[in-house]
């Protein structure tokens, strides 16, 4: 027995050592990276700025901790404000010649596109050089490749141009086949969140509004591209619908691309505009690099001045914000902080969210209230800000979105699942109950909700609709019926936004800022931008990459599948009266 307490008293003794080791050797690497985080990278003269696209852009960055070690893990997401910032920087940087893009299929929303877009078209007024190269190219890569001087496309590549279209899920089959009967409660006629719970295919209001705002999309992208290349909209539109682009030749043909070549022949092109030997390497600066080059808060402007500028990005929840969801908490906390600082002259809350909890919006939404009481709060909308996410912004002094914005959906719903016949069929497990009163098992998921039950469901979610409109028209300046003629959950573009006075301008997040600061009687110059919530510090970002690692097994082993599993996840998250878009609405 003694020698027994002896191996586990050593063996405590170990784990024990080894956390303290482990604690150590964190503490070094984080240690080393940000001091490796802090080094400025010196950009040589006549360098380029390669951009590669090609990976997740968010509205910050989120960086990967062993990125730097060259450790493996998921790819670092592109930050949109910090790819603006550094696109800002390399225009009036004289070491930067131009830039050499890569935007084979970037994996944004259509609004970040626009802004990215429009900052590469800022940046030509630098008369600078903005070459593209690609394999393969999508049609939301050729948008932002538009832009370009000079588009090569392989060869053996291919350029995607065939319209846009809007996929949705319906789980109504899976749902009967498990005995799991959804119990919806809702108002709004569009309100087509629940559809794929309750039907095989779209129903005709919600066809027709996704072919609506799915048409507004596309005429914005086909106007833009049209300008770029100086090719008719008509033309672009019969290519699409005759699949005349098949292979590069016809890319060339039609003059949506300028070379059909191989990267070492656009190489040999960017070689002559720097006026070097071609046997000499092209210095080439990444993003990640070139950003290293900046400051993290621009020192420019008065410290006297700020405008604060919220991002909130992802699900609508209670608690607390994580990097894929928006916690009311955190929203709250940081709205106060901004309307309690004198330094704060305005605000600009910047939301990318499809919509969730009606209760945590409507506790944001109180706080936007209570923010413009004291100084300009501004809304600046990105690739969504829909349902919920425009329940946030609908108290602002004004609104901001891009044409390609996805917005409106002003309605609600309720969803319960009976699992009684699941339980009882397919595990075997029945449930009986006793109670106190009549309704003391209401909401009930086990067994069938009274005809009573279902219609206090049905009253309360009436109410917070009832709620959300009146609100939404007050801010708007609008009556209750007019306002509810464009609701009924019913999602439009930042354009159709703007023609029924859902959004004030449209434009992107520098346009918000400039707009706050007119508001505020600031001139340019004059204040600083404080962005919030804080950037994730080492550790914080070390715990994010663990889980992130994880999620991107478990879609590398279900492949295909993976979508459905972060959809049904989602449900969890779905407790009480939603105020939600569309689920998983991805516009390819």
């Not at 390669?50 to 990125?67: C, G, H, T, Y």
Request: proline share 3%.
């Amino acid at each position: 027995m003694l020698q027994f307490f002896k191996y586990v008293l050593a063996t405590i003794v170990g784990l024990l050592l080894f956390s303290i080791v482990g604690f150590i050797l964190l503490v070094g690497i984080g240690a080393a990276l940000s001091s490796s985080a802090d080094t400025k990278v010196s950009v040589k003269e006549n360098t380029v700025l390669k951009l590669d696209l090609d990976k997740p852009i968010e509205e910050r960055s989120v960086e990967n901790p062993f990125s730097g070690f060259g450790a493996g893990g998921t790819s670092d997401a592109i930050g949109l404000i910090e790819l603006k910032e550094a696109l800002a920087k390399a225009k009036n940087d004289d070491n930067i010649e131009g830039i050499y893009l890569q935007s084979e299929n970037p994996q944004a929303g259509w609004a970040s596109l626009e802004e990215v877009r429009n900052a590469l078209i800022d940046f030509k007024k630098s008369k600078k050089f903005v070459y593209a190269y690609a394999e393969t190219m999508s049609e939301k890569g050729y948008y932002l490749a538009s832009v370009a001087d000079k588009i090569y496309l392989n060869p053996a590549g291919e350029l995607e141009w065939n319209g846009l279209n809007a996929e949705l899920s319906f789980f109504k089959g899976t749902l009967d086949k498990l005995g799991l009967k959804p119990e919806i409660f809702r108002v709004g006629e569009f309100k087509s969140a629940i559809e794929p719970f309750t039907r095989e295919n779209m129903s005709e209001p919600n066809k027709l509004q996704v072919t609506s705002f799915l048409n507004s999309v596309n005429d914005h992208m086909l106007v833009k591209i049209a300008g770029s290349r100086g090719v008719r909209v008509d033309s672009l539109k019969r290519y699409a619908d005759q699949l005349t682009i098949r292979e590069p030749g016809d890319a060339l043909r039609t003059k949506l691309i300028t070379n059909v070549g191989y990267q070492d022949e656009l190489e040999s092109l960017i070689k002559k505009q720097l006026k070097i030997e071609d046997k000499k390497k092209i210095d080439y600066v990444s993003l990640s690099k070139y950003e290293d080059a900046e400051a993290a808060d621009s020192d420019e402007g008065s410290s006297k001045n700020r405008i604060a500028v919220i991002i909130a990005s992802g699900d609508i929840n209670s608690g607390k914000s994580n990097q894929n969801s928006i916690g009311s908490e955190t929203i709250v906390e940081e709205l106060r902080k901004a309307r309690l600082d004198d330094k704060v002259k305005a605000i600009v809350l910047r939301v990318n969210s499809g919509g969730g909890s009606a209760l945590a919006s409507d506790v944001m939404y109180r706080e936007v209230e209570l923010a413009k009481r004291t100084k300009p709060v501004i809304g600046s909308m990105s690739d969504y800000a829909a349902s919920g996410g425009y329940y946030m912004l609908m108290g602002c002094n004004q609104i901001v979105a891009q044409p390609n914005t996805i917005t409106g959906s002003i309605g609600v719903f309720s969803l319960l699942f009976n699992t009684e016949s699941f339980f009882k069929d397919k595990l075997g497990v029945t449930y009986d109950r006793v109670k106190t009163n009549e309704n003391a098992d209401f909401p009930a998921i086990t067994h069938e909700m009274s005809p009573f039950q279902k219609q206090a469901l049905q009253r309360s979610t009436e109410r917070i609709y009832n709620d959300f409109t009146s609100k939404a028209a007050r801010g708007r300046k609008l009556t209750v019926d007019s306002l509810r003629a464009i609701a009924g959950g019913r999602v439009w573009t930042g354009t159709q936004g703007k023609a029924i006075g859902l959004v004030d301008q449209l434009g992107g997040l520098d346009d918000a800022i400039k707009l706050a600061a007119r508001s505020a009687k600031l001139k340019e110059g004059d204040y600083r931008l404080k962005y919030q919530p804080r950037k994730k510090d080492f550790f914080e970002q070390l715990m994010f990459s663990f889980s992130n690692d994880e999620e991107a097994r478990i879609s590398a082993q279900l492949g295909e599948l993976a979508p459905y599993v972060k959809y049904l996840q989602k449900l969890k998250t779905m407790e009480g009266i939603q105020m939600r878009m569309p689920f998983e609405l991805e516009i390819r």
